[in-house]
């Protein structure tokens, strides 16, 4: 399945599952195309460098801090980061697992401050593991997603209650690709496609609920919050 706009072409080489035709919506992949579009060049420039950075300090090279930021961050005694959001102020407990639907809601109502919903190293990146996790996510954030267990019945959702944990996402890391999906010909970053589409589903229901999306960003250990509508 092909979605063209005047200069950007993104096919799926994957089934249409019902997962995937909830998620991989015209407009959610046109939002693809437009990522991938505009970061990928920058993307393989930046996972080259790091294969040179890694021969330097494989040689012995120690790595330094950037020289742009030794005076206007760090021997600048008024340079603050911006304060966490309140809904996150206590991390203090926090678990990881993978996005499938009742793992998803055990994490959630678990009592930790937060669950980390993994698209990398806790789920195999089969096409079915991502869009079913998509699927998942996006019923977490609007508090109406269920399980039922196939061999007895047993019925799992969330907590009603204010003491679920605060859902993270961890989109696949920035050197892995979306193998099921080309951008212009080329294979669509995992990152991206992990990113871009819970953003774009999500985003607003976020935003109304008085929250953010949240997102931690694999092998370089930050927190990015986001909080946008377009």
Same mark, same amino acid.
């Given at each position: 399945?092909?979605?063209?706009?005047?200069?950007?072409?993104?096919?799926?080489?994957? @089934?249409?599952?019902?997962?995937?035709?909830?998620?991989?919506?015209?407009?959610?992949?046109?939002?693809?195309?437009?990522?991938?579009?505009?970061?990928?060049?920058?993307?393989? /420039?930046?996972?080259?460098?790091?294969?040179?950075?890694?021969?330097?300090?494989?040689?012995?090279?120690?790595?330094?801090?950037?020289?742009?930021?030794?005076?206007?961050? $760090?021997?600048?005694?008024?340079?603050?980061? &911006? @304060?966490?959001?309140?809904?996150?102020?206590?991390?203090?407990?926090?678990?990881?697992?993978?996005?499938?639907?009742?793992?998803?809601?055990?994490?959630?109502?678990?009592?930790? +401050?937060?669950?980390?919903?993994?698209?990398?190293?806790?789920?195999?990146?089969?096409?079915? +593991?991502?869009?079913?996790?998509?699927? +998942?996510? $996006?019923?977490?954030?609007?508090?109406?997603?269920?399980?039922?267990?196939?061999? +007895?019945?047993?019925?799992?959702?969330? $907590?009603?209650?204010?003491?679920? &944990?605060?859902?993270?996402?961890?989109?696949?890391?920035?050197?892995?690709?979306?193998?099921?999906?080309?951008? /212009?010909?080329?294979?669509?970053?995992?990152?991206?496609?992990?990113?871009?589409?819970?953003?774009?589903? /999500?985003?607003?229901?976020?935003? $109304?609920?008085?929250?953010?999306?949240?997102?931690?960003? @694999?092998?370089?250990?930050?927190?990015?919050?986001?909080?946008?509508?377009?």
């Amino acid at each position: 399945m092909s979605f063209i706009s005047p200069s950007i072409t993104v096919q799926i080489h994957a @089934p249409m599952t019902r997962a995937a035709s909830i998620v991989c919506t015209p407009d959610a992949m046109r939002f693809i195309g437009f990522l991938c579009d505009k970061f990928e060049n920058r993307r393989q /420039n930046l996972l080259a460098e790091r294969k040179v950075k890694a021969a330097l300090y494989d040689s012995g090279v120690c790595p330094s801090f950037p020289k742009e930021t030794e005076e206007s961050v $760090r021997n600048n005694p008024h340079w603050k980061c &911006a @304060p966490p959001p309140k809904d996150i102020l206590d991390r203090r407990v926090e678990i990881t697992g993978p996005v499938d639907r009742k793992m998803v809601i055990n994490g959630l109502n678990s009592g930790a +401050n937060v669950y980390m919903a993994d698209f990398e190293d806790s789920s195999s990146p089969t096409w079915v +593991n991502m869009t079913d996790g998509q699927v +998942n996510l $996006r019923d977490a954030v609007r508090g109406t997603i269920t399980y039922t267990n196939p061999q +007895n019945g047993k019925v799992y959702s969330l $907590r009603q209650d204010a003491n679920l &944990a605060k859902l993270f996402v961890r989109p696949r890391g920035w050197h892995l690709d979306e193998a099921h999906v080309r951008v /212009n010909g080329k294979f669509a970053s995992g990152s991206l496609f992990d990113f871009g589409l819970f953003f774009f589903h /999500n985003v607003h229901e976020c935003v $109304r609920q008085g929250t953010g999306v949240y997102l931690y960003v @694999p092998k370089v250990s930050i927190i990015i919050r986001l909080k946008l509508v377009w």
